[in-house]
T-cell receptor
Framework: EAQVTQNPRYLITVTGKKLTVTCSQN?????MSWYRQDPGLGLRQIYY???????DKGDVPEGYKVSRKEKRNFPLILESPSPNQTSLYFC???????????????FGNGTRLTVT | KQEVTQIPAALSVPEGENLVLNCSFT??????LQWFRQDPGKGLTSLLL?????REQTSGRLNASLDKSSGRSTLYIAASQPGDSATYLC????????????FGSGTQLTVLP
């Protein structure tokens, strides 16, 4: 089954304790992206990647890191989480080759992060 | 900077009614526009994607239109069903910066049986 898999689904942590949220897709998609969703603010893009070893900042990259060492994986790293990073996080992917950006975006089921 | 607005934030209709959801954007130089559905506790599911050269797209009971000059898109849902209850979001890819996607805040739709 074609899917984007995020882990964990729920995470509670304390301020300053490094964490990683994993994202993996099995559709051979070039484009991958991370978003956070907050009430009243909608979905905002954190980082995106157009292919292996190619990453770039979105609208709200502060406090986050990403890496794209393999095409299928795009982990989100919070080196020193703070309470304002409490949010619902989504990973997404889509094709680029042959379609440009005219390919639907596929989303994972989300990771709800709470930082105390 | 592109801004995407969806009004109303919430909508409740009786089953069987035809309805229209609205999405407006401030910069008409767009690459494409997508409509998504989000169910509680789930990720977003892509419903329709309209390229900048297209005026509309249809899938089953759904029809999405795009008017770049006025900065508007609508999602028409025919013969609504309780299973259509969800939050509907639109997202715009801007020309020249097509790598990034800007989302609206969504319209929460409830279809009453």
């Amino acid at each position: 089954e074609a899917q984007v898999t995020q882990n964990p689904r729920y995470l509670i942590t304390v301020t300053g304790k490094k964490l990683t949220v994993t994202c993996s897709q099995n559709m051979n998609h070039e484009y991958m992206s991370w978003y956070r969703q907050d009430p009243g603010l909608g979905l905002r893009q954190i980082y995106y990647s157009m292919n292996v070893e190619v990453t770039d900042k979105g609208d709200v990259p502060e406090g986050y890191k990403v890496s794209r060492k393999e095409k299928r994986n795009f982990p989100l790293i919070l080196e020193s989480p703070s309470p304002n990073q409490t949010s619902l996080y989504f990973c997404a992917s889509s094709l680029l080759t042959g379609t440009g950006y005219n390919s639907p975006l596929h989303f994972g089921n989300g990771t709800r992060l709470t930082v105390t | 900077k592109q801004e995407v607005t969806q009004i109303p934030a919430a909508l409740s209709v009786p089953e069987g009614e035809n309805l229209v959801l609205n999405c407006s954007f401030t910069d008409s130089a767009i690459y494409n526009l997508q409509w998504f559905r989000q169910d509680p506790g789930k990720g977003l599911t892509s419903l329709l994607l309209i390229q900048s050269s297209q005026r509309e797209q249809t899938s089953g009971r759904l029809n999405a239109s795009l008017d770049k000059s006025s900065g508007r898109s609508t999602l028409y849902i025919a013969a609504s069903q309780p299973g259509d209850s969800a939050t509907y979001l639109c997202a715009v890819r801007r020309s020249g910066s097509a790598r990034q996607l800007t989302f609206g805040s969504g319209t929460q739709l409830t279809v009453l049986p």
